[in-house]
């Protein structure tokens, strides 16, 4: 990640403009199209990451969606239009109540046991082997594991959920597609019918699950179209098992990286939830998402047009020197500690409560039966603009 970079913008040209190279972008439809966008604003600082992210009438997710590249065609944008992530207020919010109860605190709360369960069978398995890819064995199985208990799909589906977000989010990465359309496009075809085949069914034969939920839901009166489901579950499947994956995997990183805090944890559980919300800063598994201005304006006294693409880039407010003291230090005590690592306004993170959940359980089992991991190999990062993630992480258990 170019720390450095960003920290150089934030200091002489905190909003700065960008041009967009020219790119091929693939569409549902498999073909690729060449597309050389107009330039975006990269918006580097906390403040103002705060500021565009809190006022969506000035800043819209709706207009160009929320990835920097621009949908192929209007099919594509009016299709994308459909996903809750790419709406804004008010029918953001309608879409938001279709699923919020099963996000609130006190329903998360009711499933702790249920997610302490599932990490110590997880961790008492690594431990017994001596270690593994921290990756695939730990921090990608617990969030699949809750997220396929949540969505209704069976536990032995639940490496589909992982390849098919793997495909979709680090498309270009040589491991998962390496930009061949045809695993893209795949990818969109698997996951769309096999949520649609469980869609089907749950209307039929609903349960307590949130397909059920999101299948058999009226806004205004009328059921979602196939597209809108199609959104929703891309959403819950790439969205329940990433953030989570890449925090517990960047957190591990980190505190084999700095002894010296690991220590200071393992000598002091109840630094946990403190070191919890610096490992969501210092780590910020979603870099950045887009806005398009929807009228002439500024940020920090630079002038946007109408129609600009505004960018906010969370990992580098999460290391701004004007909001954090020492940002570039790893610190399990840090507080107060305002990150954005699950954004900021009407699109905070709506997993947040859950994510905290599963990361500090698995962190308190992590911390009593393996407190001393060690490197077993070299760190494999996702090749992703758009996150922040670890693909492979091999440890050992030490001593």
């Known amino acids: 990640m170019p720390y450095e970079t960003f920290a150089h913008l934030r200091a002489t040209s905190p909003v700065h403009r960008f041009p967009e190279p020219t790119r091929k972008i ?3 439809n498999g073909q690729w199209v060449e597309s050389t966008g107009p330039g975006y604003w990269a918006v580097t600082r906390h403040a103002d990451v705060v500021h565009v992210s809190r006022h969506p009438e000035l800043f819209s997710s709706w207009l160009g969606g929320t990835q920097i590249f621009d949908p192929p065609n209007q099919m594509e944008l009016d299709n994308f239009r459909q996903m809750m992530l790419n709406m804004d207020p008010p029918q953001h919010s309608k879409l938001r109540r279709i699923v919020q109860k099963a996000f609130v605190p006190r329903a998360i709360e009711r499933l702790k046991a249920s997610v302490d369960a599932n990490a110590a069978e997880i961790v008492d398995e690594f431990a017994a082997k001596g270690g593994g890819d921290f990756v695939e064995e730990v921090a990608a199985d617990l969030p699949l594991r809750v997220l396929a208990d949540l969505l209704g799909v069976p536990r032995e589906d639940r490496h589909l959920l992982f390849d098919w977000s793997n495909r979709l989010i680090a498309s270009d990465d040589p491991e998962f597609g390496g930009g061949d359309p045809l ?76 002894p010296d805090q690991r220590d200071r944890l393992i000598a002091d559980r109840e630094l946990l939830p403190t070191a919890i919300e610096e490992m969501l800063r210092f780590v910020t598994p979603v870099i950045h998402f887009r806005r398009t201005a929807t009228e002439d304006t500024e940020v920090a006294g630079q002038p946007i047009a109408a129609g600009d693409k505004v960018v906010v880039y969370y990992v580098s407010a999460n290391r701004d020197e004007d909001a954090f003291e020492r940002p570039d230090e790893f610190d399990v005590g840090r507080t107060p500690n305002e990150h954005v690592a699950f954004g900021v306004g009407p699109h905070f993170c709506l997993g947040a409560h859950l994510a905290r959940q599963e990361i500090g359980g698995m962190f308190g089992l992590l911390l009593q039966r393996t407190p001393r991991l060690k490197l077993a190999g070299p760190v494999e990062r996702m090749q992703s603009a758009f996150i922040h993630g670890i693909k492979h992480l091999p440890v050992e258990v030490g001593a």
């Open 26 to 28: 693939l569409g549902f």
């Open 183 to 258: 695993q893209f496009a795949a990818a969109f075809m698997e996951m769309f019918s096999y949520g649609n085949d469980i869609a089907e069914d749950r209307r039929a034969n609903p349960r307590d699950d949130l397909v059920s939920v999101i299948a058999n839901a009226e806004v205004e009166g009328e059921r979602l179209t196939q597209v809108e489901f199609n959104m929703f579950w891309m959403l819950l499947v790439i969205a329940g098992n990433e953030t989570t994956r890449n925090l517990l995997s960047g957190g591990t990183l980190a505190l084999i990286e700095h």
